[in-house]
């Protein structure tokens, strides 16, 4: 290291120091205060874990682990170190304490062979139902349980979807905080019920890629001996008001506290300008004060940029810690580890904040069983982690676990399902879809076909089906059904003749006719896809590979076209005006099941019934608050991302400025119709206040947000001649004794039914305090506002069919 541990202790320390007020401002933004580098309210000192809502017998445990632990084991038991896993904390074999091992996540443990890769977050979202996210999660926490993770390194809210050229929202939900928080919950009960801890990210307002990370003077990652100490560019600041922060960017992961999630990840951007691991407004205000979090937060690989700066601001778990190379801010050593020791020893530190962190950290541990009967962890895993070597923990690691478990078990076939639900039809003219026995197919595009550049999915290939995303968040597949494949089996039922063109480029460049196709076929299938990833946004909306030229080109002769595209989310889709192109479905990222999933879909083996999870404009130049992609200037603290849109992102924003879109967030089509009546709604007590009363705080905040006030009921038929899902979906419209800015309709409810032709249900949502309160920034409270609220039902946000108003607080 050039620079000493002292120095860099010291400037650490001086980071967050610069004291201001924090951002309640609504509109319009103070432009003078956010200039101001470190412009955010300091929140001391970091609050102690308590054990309410049920934990207090693990932290007890947890309080007896911590009593027999010297100081050096304590500064260990904060720092990772490099390990078989994307994430160590070492053994202390003397207490029985086998460590701790953290993986990849959010859709697949990652960094493991015989492992299923599941559907993406974004293929949950648009299913929209709570059972299936509830079951994927289950799911994957089994695969993680069984290779000896503790730890699943997901689910993703953030990015929640701000701009759609964000390159990982495919590994978050939905671009609506409502339908992402319920997301959020079900996966981390499903995950947490096997006994897997989750750690839900990345907190918070992480909305980009671009400059997510400082610019430091030079990266070598092979110089052990490079300076870190001073920054060319520092990372990109998220600039949020604390409306905006509370009722979109912070809202889902107030569901994941609520349901008990084990640890949060600290995001790599800054948040009003303070990193967001050491960001004390964020991480002892809103998340361990306001929403009474009781487990640990992590940081982001790399993501630590001080020491006790950060622990002071509630950072619990450096990660990955010290490995060398690839530590803290790609330096080596950690911020924490032994700087924690010296720390301690000096006095800068007081112990009982270390000892709070490891209360933090082993709760959860002791909570979800993991002291006793854990499978310890599978060894190859170690094989493949490009992140810490084998040669370097060798000998610190003891492999007690078996080698190769296979842990896959039936997985393939919820896979399959799930890929299916995630299927959006956007399109269905001329009864194109459901295919009907076709005889003569002719299958078109790049997406169709096997990844010509093997199972692990990184970087963008010509070939092959994109069946996920690549970066952290990508899967190791062991067998991947591609449409071409699934294509050929299931029409062999029909001993039809199928017909391939995979090359784009050719089939733009080439007359119909020449491709030696015998007459016009039954069905044109045209396989598109959209790549994204970690670490890079999407240049642009548009399908990849002249995609939609291809579309083009095959519609001018094929008069039934049917066009599916495997995507991270958002896509220009100017095709769909051509009466050629009969049928479109937004498959998004199934999964290992890809084909099948998506031939069930094309032959009516399955009904779609997945909608969209965001908004599909006429035009990308339609949408705002795009991505901070440059800088015209060389400041250190140039890279400011303006969240001055506030409220307004997606459907919030096209509805407040009345811009048609090409389909709206919440579409979707079934192969059979459905109805909407009777809208009731039923107070569920009286004299409701504003205000919430003043509870004690219990994970997710004030308990009193989370008690249901109003029953809203509908009845919901199925028209059609077939058995198929409905969703039903609930917006409400709040009045003008709202503040401004408040958007027109707000997704608070939603519900997924299967109905038989001319079947009836009746389904309920239930609204809960804060579906019906805004985040007043006066008070610091979530308020009703008085007056009616209005409350609609229809099936997507621009198709409400039934409505009602309810008034909680009289004016
Ligand atoms: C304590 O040790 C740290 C790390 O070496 C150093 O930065 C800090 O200045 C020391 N503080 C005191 C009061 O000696
Ligand atoms: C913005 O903040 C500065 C510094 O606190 C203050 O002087 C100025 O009056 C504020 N401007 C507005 C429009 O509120
Ligand atoms: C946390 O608990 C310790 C006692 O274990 C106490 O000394 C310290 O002041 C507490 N910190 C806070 C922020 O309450
Ligand atoms: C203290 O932190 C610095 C910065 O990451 C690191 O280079 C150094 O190795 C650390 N010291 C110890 C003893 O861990
Ligand atoms: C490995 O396990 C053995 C037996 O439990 C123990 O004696 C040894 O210290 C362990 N080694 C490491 C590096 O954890
Ligand atoms: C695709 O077809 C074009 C035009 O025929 C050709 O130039 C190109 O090399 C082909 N690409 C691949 C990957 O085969
Ligand atoms: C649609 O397809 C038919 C062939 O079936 C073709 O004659 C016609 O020109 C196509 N229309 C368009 C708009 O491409
Ligand atoms: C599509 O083209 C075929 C073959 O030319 C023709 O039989 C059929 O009627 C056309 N369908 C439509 C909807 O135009
Ligand atoms: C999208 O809008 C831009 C700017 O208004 C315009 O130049 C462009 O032609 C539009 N693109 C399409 C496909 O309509
Ligand atoms: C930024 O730095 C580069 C490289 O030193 C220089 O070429 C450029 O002129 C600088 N730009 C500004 C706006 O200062
Ligand atoms: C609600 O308020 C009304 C009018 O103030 C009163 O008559 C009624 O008793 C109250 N109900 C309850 C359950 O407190
Ligand atoms: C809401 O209404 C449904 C349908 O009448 C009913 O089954 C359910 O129990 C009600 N929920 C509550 C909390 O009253």
Redesign the pocket.
């Known amino acids: 290291m050039a620079s000493s541990t002292a120095s860099l202790l010291l400037s650490a320390l001086l980071l967050p120091a610069v004291k201001g007020e924090a951002f309640s401002h609504v509109q319009p933004l103070n432009t003078t205060i956010l200039g101001q580098y470190g412009y955010v309210d300091p929140v001391y000192p970091s609050p102690n874990a308590t054990g309410v809502g049920g934990w207090s017998d693990a932290l007890a445990k947890a309080q007896a682990f911590v009593n027999e632990l010297t100081l050096a084991e304590k500064s260990q038991m904060v720092t990772g170190v490099p390990g078989p896993c994307v994430g160590n904390i070492l053994a202390i074999d003397r207490l029985g304490f086998p460590g701790l091992c953290l993986q990849d996540g959010p859709l697949a443990i990652r960094v493991a062979s015989y492992a299923s890769v599941f559907s993406a977050g974004v293929s949950a979202a648009a299913s929209w139902d709570r059972d299936l996210m509830y079951e994927r999660g289950y799911a994957m926490g089994e695969e993680f349980r069984g290779k000896g993770a503790h730890i699943y390194l997901g689910p993703v809210a953030g990015p929640l979807g701000r701009s759609g050229y964000a390159g990982r929202n495919w590994e978050g939900f939905a671009a609506d905080p409502y339908l992402t928080g319920v997301a959020m919950e079900q996966t981390i009960t499903g995950v947490q019920d096997t006994g897997v801890q989750s750690c839900a990210k990345h907190f918070v307002a992480y909305e980009q890629e671009t400059q997510r990370n400082p610019t430091y003077p030079y990266v070598d990652l092979n110089d052990n001996n490079i300076s870190v100490t001073a920054v060319t560019q520092e990372a990109v600041s998220s600039n949020v008001d604390d409306r905006t922060l509370h009722e979109i960017y912070a809202w889902p992961f107030a569901n994941a506290v609520h349901a008990g999630v084990s640890s949060l990840m600290c995001s790599y951007n800054r948040i009003n300008g303070s990193y967001a691991c050491q960001n004390s407004k964020t991480l002892n205000g809103l998340l361990k004060t306001e929403l009474g979090f009781q487990g640990y937060v992590m940081s982001d690989w790399g993501g630590t940029h001080s020491g006790m700066a950060s622990i002071e601001s509630g950072l619990d778990m450096n990660m990955p810690g010290d490995l060398g190379s690839y530590g803290d801010a790609w330096g080596s050593g950690s911020f924490f580890g032994g700087n924690v020791t010296t720390a301690v020893n000096n006095g800068t530190l007081d112990v009982s904040r270390l000892d709070d962190m490891i209360l933090r950290i082993m709760t959860p541990y002791y909570l979800h069983g993991q002291d006793s009967g854990y499978p310890g962890v599978d060894p190859s895993g170690g094989l493949l982690n490009t992140f810490s070597p084998v040669d370097v923990w060798r000998n610190t690691f003891n492999m007690t676990g078996e080698y190769n478990v296979d842990v896959r078990g039936n997985h393939s076939q919820l896979i399959r399902q799930h890929g299916a639900a995630g299927t959006v039809l956007l399109k269905n003219t001329n009864n194109a879809l459901p295919l009907k026995a076709p005889k003569l197919i002719a299958v078109f595009g790049n997406d169709a076909s096997f990844p010509d550049a093997g199972m692990y999915t990184n970087g963008a290939t010509f070939y092959g089906n994109q069946y996920v995303g690549g970066g952290s968040g990508t899967g190791r597949a062991t067998f991947v059904s591609t449409p071409l494949n699934a294509i050929i089996e299931r029409s062999s039922q029909d001993n039809a003749y199928v017909q391939f063109f995979l090359n784009n480029t050719y089939v733009i460049d080439s007359e119909m006719p020449d491709l030696w196709i015998p007459a016009?076929p039954d069905v044109c299938l045209v396989f598109v896809k959209t790549y994204a990833e970690e670490g890079a946004d999407r240049t642009t909306l548009d399908l990849d590979w002249d995609a939609s030229d291809m579309v083009?080109s095959v519609?001018?002769?094929?008069?039934?076209?049917v066009v599916v595209s495997h995507s991270s989310g958002i896509n220009m889709l100017p095709f769909a005006d051509?009466?050629?192109v009969t049928a479109i479905l937004a498959a998004h990222y199934p999964g290992e099941e890809s084909g099948h999933a998506i031939v069930d879909v094309l032959y009516g083996d399955v009904n779609p019934s997945g909608h969209l999870p965001y908004t599909i404009a006429y035009n990308s130049t339609d949408y705002n608050a795009p991505p901070t992609t440059a800088v015209q200037t060389n400041g250190t603290e140039d890279w400011q991302a303006w969240f001055d849109e506030e409220l307004e992102i997606d459907y919030r924003y096209f509805d407040a400025n009345n811009i048609s879109v090409r389909y709206e967030f919440g579409f979707g089509l079934s192969y059979t119709t459905f109805e909407l009546a009777n809208i009731a709604s039923e107070a569920l007590g009286a004299n409701f206040t504003s205000a919430p009363p003043a509870e004690a705080i219990l994970p997710g905040g004030n308990p009193a947000l989370w008690e249901s006030l109003y029953n809203v009921t509908v009845s919901v038929s199925n028209t059609g001649a077939l058995s198929g899902a409905a969703v039903p979906q609930l917006y409400i419209t709040f009045p003008d004794s709202a503040p401004a800015g408040t958007p027109p309709k707000q997704l608070r409810g939603f519900d997924k039914i299967t109905l038989s032709p001319n079947e009836t249900q009746t389904v309920s949502f239930e609204l809960m305090r804060r579906d019906i309160s805004y985040w007043d920034i006066i008070s610091q409270e979530w308020l009703i506002p008085s007056g009616d609220i209005g409350i609609s039902v229809g099936f997507s946000s621009r198709d409400l069919r039934v409505s009602t108003t309810i008034a909680p607080v009289s004016e």
Not at 555 to 561: D, F, S, V
């Open positions: 016009q083009d519609a001018k002769y094929c008069n039934n076209t051509n009466d050629n």
